[in-house]
């Protein structure tokens, strides 16, 4: 059951916390966060903000005030938006927000958020791609005679396209992310896919010869599957692309910046950024190949464990599209989608332990309605900053949990297999070992929710 409130009076009354509709210069949103950017940020009540009903966190971040509402987040942003004549802002991205690099912490910040963003378009298609083959393999399972047929290779070829192209997917979304021209990068990322260089690549093999551009040795690799090279090219051609708009005269840009800007990079690419970024994958092939075996239930649980802090830090951002790169280089993930998977499981138990435990009703309303978003939808953030953070105490449910899980999950060798997201309904992407990762899961959600019940919380900040 959720919380009811009062739309109209809690959009009023928020927009007076945030210094009043004067002090507001945009209103948007995310999927679960109402995102005010205010004049004057310092008008800002934040201990108010929090003890409006309905509200779950207020967090300062990319110059924004965000309040975190949840499942009441529609309802008030509609109300915020009529009642102040504001313009729609619309959806935004959840991914962590832009600021200037600053310092080497800064610009290693700077490095995690544009890895993040030039995987982040590609994940819906790798998504798609993995359920795809989960959903072949079923129907093989029950029908042997759908495993020869040219439907199952068809769809095949459908379900690994966003695998085997990911440079160019991860090439788009990294030159989108330094706002440079898309198809430069693309181009040149697709070159290294192209037929004739796994001819050229397979025919030196054979004869045992090099390969050399322009007299410079290219390393005798294919790169399908492949994510850092495709890195590397996006940021080499956004900077070629600069350099070429600075010193081409305007009549001839039209005709100059894009050739030189492919020339160069695609130069660069096969000489250099392909075979370091080849290097460097396998190496972090190598270090989870390691970390998914006898290290697996060490990996898994303090990662499941310590995952709750490096979201709310936004490093889990940087993290993430290694598990793309694992499935795609070494066929399977044995680390970072089960300790996802675990720690979203264990906020939905450390939930259940809070409602359970929790005196006022809609409280505990509350807990079991978000509590079922953690497990069900895997939307964590409004447990979080409403119940764990927020509580103190029952983050040590989560990290419970997520640690005693972990080491199951690990002892057991779980494996995801294709790409998914992290909910229960996910579990399929773990093929032969989904019952072992089921049996993970299990034990993470009670550890979480019996942990958490045992050492409670103060009861007189649970309330809504």
């Not at 916390?17 to 109402?34: D, F, I, P, Y």
């Not at 492919?262 to 190496?283: K, S």
Request: charged fraction near 15%; aromatic fraction near 8%; hydrophobic fraction near 50%.
């Amino acid at each position: 059951m959720a919380v009811k409130i009062d739309f109209e009076e809690t959009a009023k009354t928020l927009v007076e916390l945030v210094g009043g509709a004067e002090n507001v210069n945009t209103v948007s949103h995310c999927m679960t966060r109402l995102r005010f950017t205010l004049k004057d940020p310092s008008k800002a009540d934040k201990d108010a903000l929090k003890k409006v009903r309905g509200v779950l966190g207020v967090v300062e971040a990319g110059g924004q005030t965000q309040i975190v509402l949840g499942e009441n987040l529609v309802n008030t942003y509609t109300a915020v938006l009529r009642q102040n004549n504001f313009e729609d802002g619309g959806a935004v991205d959840e991914a962590p927000d832009a600021a200037k690099p600053q310092g080497i912490k800064g610009y290693a910040k700077a490095v995690v958020d544009y890895i993040a963003a030039a995987v982040s378009p590609m994940v819906p298609a790798l998504v798609a791609g993995g359920l795809l083959k989960v959903v072949l393999l079923l129907i093989g399972m029950a029908s042997p005679a759908f495993k020869d047929s040219s439907a199952n290779t068809i769809l095949g070829y459908v379900a690994n396209a966003p695998f085997y192209f990911m440079p160019v997917f991860v090439a788009y979304g990294g030159a989108k992310k330094l706002n440079s021209t898309p198809t430069y990068a693309m181009m040149v990322a697709a070159s290294l896919l192209t037929p004739g260089w796994a001819s050229m690549v397979s025919a030196a093999k054979e004869a045992g010869t090099g390969i050399t551009l322009l007299g410079i040795p290219a390393l005798a690799v294919t790169y399908n599957n492949s994510l850092l090279p495709a890195l590397l090219i996006a940021v080499v051609a956004a900077y070629a692309e600069k350099f070429f708009n600075k010193i081409v005269p305007g009549i001839f840009k039209s005709l100059l910046v894009g050739l030189g800007t492919i020339t160069v990079t695609g130069i660069l690419a096969f000489t250099i950024l392909g075979p370091l970024g080849d290097y460097v994958g396998n190496m972090i092939a190598g270090l989870f190949i390691f970390l998914g075996g006898a290290a697996a239930p060490i990996a898994i649980g303090v990662l499941a464990a310590c995952l709750p802090w490096l979201i709310m830090l936004g490093m889990h951002h940087g993290i993430s599209p290694f598990m793309a790169s694992n499935i795609a280089d070494i066929g399977y993930d044995a680390v970072i989608r089960p300790a996802f998977l675990l720690h979203n499981m264990c906020e939905g138990g450390a939930a259940l332990g809070v409602a359970l435990r929790a005196k006022d009703p809609e409280f505990k309303s509350q807990a079991f309605s978000i509590a079922f978003g953690c497990i069900v939808a895997g939307v964590t953030e409004p447990c979080i900053y409403g119940l764990t953070f927020k509580l103190k105490k029952p983050m040590i449910g989560v990290m419970a949990g997520g640690l005693v899980g972990g080491i199951a999950a690990g002892l057991m060798h779980v494996k995801a297999y294709v790409m998914g997201y992290s909910t229960i309904m996910a579990l399929p992407i773990f093929m032969d070992t989904a019952i072992s990762m089921a049996i993970a899961v299990v034990i993470g959600i009670l550890t979480a929710a019996a942990v958490t019940y045992i050492i409670g919380f103060d009861q007189d900040e649970a309330h809504v």
